[in-house]
């Protein structure tokens, strides 16, 4: 095999991967038109149409799916073996990506890299920030934080950070006008605001917990939103009540401009954990990162 038959190889992993030349181009530092004209060049070279193109994606062909079921593990195989080469060096060296959500990057991830970093020039850390259970092996990510009760089967997982709790939170001023509901049923006379989920883009079912009774409480109101803190600026502004993370609305409780009810159905839960194949070595830069990371509350 030659040296250019390997980077075409790898870069059609890459289009086939991201099922887009505009992504693919990019994640790759090169321009869309000589990733196309690589693709083309492997087929040409092969005999063979690797990939179906059309105005909106990229799909591999039969025998870019046999050309993948093949190129895959090979690849992985190469790139642990670089990892690998790594260890022979004096410090801990390398980029690790992770997948995670913004609660989760702002809360516990960051504090642990802004420490870590200046410490270890050589490792570099991409955190990519989505909500959605990304599949990591296939979009080849090292590792994933998720809360503790959602992890993934098959998985190493270590714990990151401490419980948490949600909060059901209102406005004073909503609260005079509505009686504060006692029960998770009086949430149907009141106006909630809702949760879109990035992923599936459902409304969320408010999960609530008490003396080992669970409840999925479908709740309505005017607003619905994607986005935490803007559910935390329209409590604040009495359109209703909002279920948040409870440290999201800290300062708020403190300072009386929202107040919390309901607080017996909000028990604490596993936090996060950061969880990775139990099938892949990891690479000194990535121990050092979790060691960094390891709760020890």
């Known amino acids: 095999m030659k040296r250019e038959d390997l980077a ?3 870069a059609f992993l890459t289009v086939a991967e991201e099922q887009n030349f505009t992504r693919a181009a990019a994640r790759l530092g090169a ?11 492997l087929e040409a070279r092969l005999g063979v149409r690797l990939l179906t193109r ?16 093949t190129l895959r593990p090979a690849l992985d195989s ?8 790594s260890e022979l060096r004096d410090e801990p060296a390398g980029t690790i990506r992770i997948t995670t959500s913004e609660h989760a990057a702002t809360t516990v991830l960051w504090p642990a890299i802004q420490r870590l970093l200046p410490e270890y020039p050589d ?31 098959d998985m190493i997982a270590a714990r990151i950070g401490p419980d948490l ?15 504060k509901p006692t029960t998770p049923q009086d949430l149907a006379s009141h106006r909630c605001i809702n949760l879109r989920m990035l992923s599936g883009g459902g409304l969320y079912a ?20 994607n986005n935490v803190n803007m559910i935390v ?58 060691d960094a990371l390891r709760y020890r509350g």
Request: negative net charge; glycine residues 8%.
């Open 78 to 85: 190469i790139g642990a073996e670089l990892a690998s080469l």
């Open 31 to 41: 321009s869309q038109s000589a990733l196309s004209h690589t693709i083309r060049r």
């Open 123 to 153: 490792i570099h850390v991409e955190l990519s920030i989505d909500s959605s259970f990304t599949d990591i092996v296939a979009e080849r990510f090292d590792a994933g934080v998720r809360l503790g009760e959602a992890l993934a089967k």
């Open 8 to 10: 075409d190889l790898s």
């Open 206 to 225: 408010w999960e609530l917990e008490k003396d080992g009774r669970e409840l999925r409480v479908r709740v309505d109101g005017q607003l619905a939103f």
């Open 54 to 69: 059309t105005t909106r994606s990229v799909a591999p062909t039969e025998a870019g799916e046999r050309l993948l079921a």
């Open 233 to 290: 600026r329209a409590a604040e502004a009495g359109f209703g009540l909002g279920f948040v993370m409870e440290d999201h609305v800290i300062d708020q409780l403190s300072d009386g401009r929202l107040v919390r009810v309901l607080e017996d159905w909000c028990p604490a839960f596993a936090g996060y954990h950061l969880y990775y194949p139990s099938r892949r070595q990891p690479s000194a830069a990535f121990s050092v990162l979790v």
């Open 165 to 179: 709790r949600m909060a059901i939170v209102g406005s004073p001023e909503y609260l005079t006008d509505h009686s």
